[in-house]
């Protein structure tokens, strides 16, 4: 198995394991980057090059070394996730995204669907309430408030990863989770949170022709079992699973579960 080396000269920065025929390309969440893959926290990538695929995880923009980009919205993250693909020759590949990463990986497929050959749609939803809502507005004012009283991601990173965890999580995966979510920069967090809100594929699922799996954690608050069953059931031969015990965090707060129900999905439905 190859070394993880992050590669600087893509256009996105990235991680990288193993040197299989099939390709896995892992997008993370707003509280993210490349390293929620890395063996520290969920060692998915090393799990998929075990199994024999060959895997890139991507700091989306704004994360890591990825440079921000404006307009800072899900097309654009897209567009960036969609070049790097086409400028590594990586497609057609399978796309794993979780939380706005799995957001991401939706508008990938209107944006580039050439490139993606299967999904793994982890935390995620096909929308975030109804645009413009009182839902959504508190949703921002809650998570913006304290930046703007000067509190700064160190001082909002452990809440919001214990939030978004199950309440039987491990504590040192929280914790790692929270050191890497303080890692973001703020105008990152502000312009992610901005695209979040703006979501909204649900018409597009019903015209995804590729295998997909709907990952869901049995106690995650952000993307409900119920709802992302919703969002299966709307995708053609889209397959559901809900992870027993874990929160938001499935593949930190319980790594071997996730990445087994990965490999189990990629081996059956995914060929070059």
């Known amino acids: 198995m190859n070394a993880?080396?992050?590669?600087?000269?893509?256009?996105?920065?990235?991680?990288?394991?193993?040197?299989?025929q099939?390709?896995?390309?892992?997008?993370?969440?707003?509280?993210?980057?490349?390293?929620?893959?890395?063996?520290?926290l969920s060692g998915t990538g090393a799990a998929l090059a075990e199994a024999g695929l060959s895997v890139f995880a991507f700091d989306l923009p704004g994360y890591g070394e990825s440079a921000l980009i404006e307009p800072y919205n899900m097309r654009s993250l897209a567009a960036a996730v969609?070049?790097?693909?086409?400028?590594?020759?990586?497609?057609?590949?399978?796309?794993?995204?979780?939380?706005?990463?799995?957001m991401v990986?939706?508008?990938?497929?209107?944006?580039?669907?050439?490139?993606?050959?299967?999904?793994?749609?982890?935390?995620t939803s096909a929308s975030f309430g109804k645009p413009g809502g009182?839902?959504?507005?508190?949703?921002?004012?809650?998570?913006?408030?304290?930046l703007d009283a000067g509190a700064g991601m160190a001082a909002l990173a452990p809440g919001l990863a214990m939030g978004m965890a199950s309440p039987t999580a491990p504590h040192d995966a929280v914790a790692r989770a929270a050191i890497l979510m303080s890692g973001v920069p703020e105008a990152t967090y502000r312009g992610a949170l901005q695209a979040i809100v703006g979501f909204d594929r649900r018409e597009l699922l019903a015209d995804l022709r590729v295998p997909v799996l709907c990952l869901a954690g049995e106690h995650?608050?952000?993307?409900?079992?119920?709802?992302?069953?919703?969002?299966?059931?709307?995708?053609?031969?889209?397959?559901?699973?809900c992870l027993a015990g874990v929160g938001h965090l499935a593949n930190m707060e319980a790594p071997a579960?996730?990445?087994?129900?990965?490999?189990?999905?990629?081996?059956r439905r995914f060929s070059m």
Not at 82 to 102: E, F, K, N, R, T
Not at 257 to 267: E, G, H, T, Y
Request: glycine fraction near 12%.
């Open 82 to 102: 969609a070049a790097s693909i086409d400028a590594m020759g990586l497609a057609p590949c399978a796309v794993v995204g979780h939380s706005m990463g799995g």
């Open 4 to 20: 993880v080396v992050p590669l600087r000269k893509a256009p996105l920065a990235h991680l990288r394991w193993g040197d299989g």
């Open 134 to 146: 009182a839902w959504q507005t508190e949703f921002l004012a809650q998570r913006l408030a304290p």
């Open 257 to 267: 579960p996730f990445n087994r129900a990965l490999i189990d999905f990629l081996q």
């Open 220 to 241: 995650d608050r952000n993307a409900p079992p119920v709802l992302m069953q919703q969002m299966a059931a709307r995708i053609p031969g889209a397959e559901y699973l």
């Open 22 to 40: 099939r390709t896995v390309v892992l997008l993370h969440g707003v509280g993210g980057g490349r390293e929620a893959w890395g063996d520290k």
């Open 105 to 123: 990986a939706q508008e990938l497929m209107s944006v580039a669907p050439g490139c993606v050959a299967a999904l793994v749609l982890s935390g």
